[in-house]
């Protein structure tokens, strides 16, 4: 595309660098495609034709010098393991291919029936695993069968997952495992996380690098800083140039019978950090970093999908009044998470069209039972209510919850999304309630799951050459999900069930039925929760082969049912017989 007067263009690149100039002019055909097709229907709409956005992406630069360096006196430290691995021409430039390096292709060969291909690392894979007493055991014949005696009491890993983006890892340590921690920290075990990871997420976090230093570990992890963040105390370093995170899931408050302090999870993350040792890894050929770009949507409209725009939740909604996070991120290009269409996002507690302190005190109001005020909006309980399962959807990610969201305006929130299916089958003679596990629930990408037995919910864990993202559904039932072998480690492919949409909160009936959906990117805070209102969308759209409308805040209609969404043909067959 060429455009404007020769000098005009001559002015441009005298004050953009050369490579600047290039890639500007290279954009202009695409970014006046995106724009014209992103044009609001109607004045009304102007506030809402922002294009979504991918996020950008970072890439580490490994320093596998020093890893070898590192692996080298961890195993040379022990005379009976000294000399097992062959470092000689491990001593070269940085940048350097496993050819160079046959100390980590033997040390990978040798972890790897403990820890399912390590090798695809491209960071080192630092483990509470003390490689040299392997070694000296392997060489004399003698290897104990328990991994615990190599993992300071740490039990088999629950999951090893390696690929292009890095590493994830969870531990855990049976009751009464060891005599010098306290004995209220293992009842239940407690699940350690541990991710590696080359690439992070560049997010706009408004509170991201807190923390405080660690006397105990500063110099093992000279700039590790600790910090309590949605849910976690996370132990945050880098080594070799890479991010590294250890967290465990724990309450920043008073411990309760089932529910570990966070001050209680310290010295079980400070045992495991002090066991740390590479493990294996493999070098990769640098990467170059990933610029933000337009998301790719359908440019045709779909029939009947309506939205309300990114951080539009319900007035009154939010922490102490506070609004949404506007957020027009896609973050990754998913599988829609529910099987059938139609489905809807929306408030799981507040509809801010009924009259609810008029129908409790039997006064006038429509009536509907179930309904209260909080927060200075209506909150509904009936779930069965027609306006549920009809357009438009409405972000509902800084709710109000007691869940710590660092994006949300008031610093709470409710993590992720609600989605309701395409109908309430009521159950009970009509109780309001409606029917759990009719609906089934798939995999966003293929990946692998995070869950023990007995859990409501679950991650599922993307590591890919150019992601590294966690999803995580909630809600599901886990019997079911135990007898269907959804459980620590599985692989899963793109669009497998999982699951069925259901209302388990600690007891099956404890919620309504939906499915809590979220996302986590990694970051050097370790996994953060993000917005996946955008993420739904965009994927939502895929699934309709069309693009929705977008309503800004002050143009929302009434909801009005839903009628004609047609189901793609080739998904028109998964809720069948449901």
Known sequence: MRSGTAPARRAVL????????????????MLAVSFASAQPRDP?????????????????????RAALDQLASEVNARSDASGFLNFTLGRRPQRFDQRRAPALVQLNALMAPLFPAIGLSPVPVLLPFDVAAWIADRAAGAIDPSPARYQVNFRAVDVFQAGAAGYDAVFSMEPNATADLPARIFTPPVEVHLTGSLLTYDIADPIAGRGEPVKALA???PDLRRLIREGFVRYAFTR???????SIN???????RKRLACREAYPVAERFLKALRVAGGTPAAPRANIASTVAPRPQTAAANFIFHTPGDIIPGSGYRGKGGHADRMVYSQIRFPVGQAPVYINSQLYRARLNCVAAAAGSGGDGTPGACREAGV??????STADNYAYPWRDNFCERRDFEVGFCPGGWGHQGQDLRPVSCTVRNGGSGGCQPLLYPVVAARHGAIIRAPKQHGAYLVVNERNEHVRFRYVH??????????????????????????ANYQDRAGGTTTHLHFDIQVFTRDGWIWVNPYATLIASYEQLLGGRGRELPPAAAPAPQPETATPVPPEHAQEGAGQ
């Open 14 to 29: 005298t004050a953009m660098s050369r490579r600047a100039a290039i890639i500007a002019l290279a954009c202009i055909p």
């Open 44 to 64: 009304a709409e102007a506030s809402a034709a922002a294009e979504f956005v991918t996020p950008g992406i970072s890439y580490a630069r490994v320093d596998w």
């Open 219 to 221: 110099a093992q992890y």
């Open 240 to 246: 070799f140039g890479v991010s590294y995170v250890v």
């Open 250 to 256: 724990c309450l920043d408050s008073t411990p309760r």
């Open 378 to 383: 209506t909150r509904n309980t009936t779930e």
């Open 476 to 501: 599901m039932d886990p019997e079911r999900m135990d007898e269907d072998g959804v459980l620590n480690g599985r692989r899963v492919a793109e669009g497998e069930e999982i699951g069925k949409v």
